[in-house]
């Protein structure tokens, strides 16, 4: 069992920073990929910013330039640094993670994190 623990959402006003942290723990072999998802009420989930085990990054266009995306492996936690904050970035911030738990086949599962508020007031 894996479980993935998002910290440092919060309220903010447009411009400012926020950083967000989620930390995997259980039983992980190995993380193949870890990254941010985001939902804003009434909209579907979508992709912020992932990062692979061979250190690919993949941002979604909306944050470029302003959020970065990094992961501490030995401590498997995965950071995003949120700059110039927008009110448009106001959603609940889901950390996500796909792990192979042990070696061998059927092996590999997604988690999710319970979620982060983000409000950024204008």
């Known amino acids: 069992q894996v479980q993935l623990v998002e910290s440092g959402g919060g309220l903010v006003q447009a411009g400012g920073s926020l950083r967000l942290s989620c930390v995997a723990s259980?039983?992980?072999?190995?993380?193949?990929?870890m990254g941010w998802y985001r939902q804003a009420p009434g909209k579907q989930r979508e992709l912020v910013a992932d990062?692979?085990?061979?250190?690919?990054?993949n941002y979604a266009d909306f944050v470029k330039a302003r959020f970065t995306i990094s992961i501490d492996n030995a401590k498997n936690t995965v950071y995003l640094q949120m700059n110039s904050l927008k009110p448009e970035d106001t959603a609940v911030y889901y950390c996500?993670?796909?792990?192979?738990?042990?070696?061998?086949?059927?092996?590999?599962?997604?988690?999710w994190g319970q979620g982060t508020q983000v409000t950024v007031s204008s």
């Open positions: 990062i692979r085990s061979g250190g690919r990054i």
């Open positions: 259980g039983s992980i072999f190995s993380i193949n990929t």
């Open positions: 996500y993670a796909d792990i192979t738990v042990r070696p061998g086949i059927g092996s590999r599962f997604q988690y």
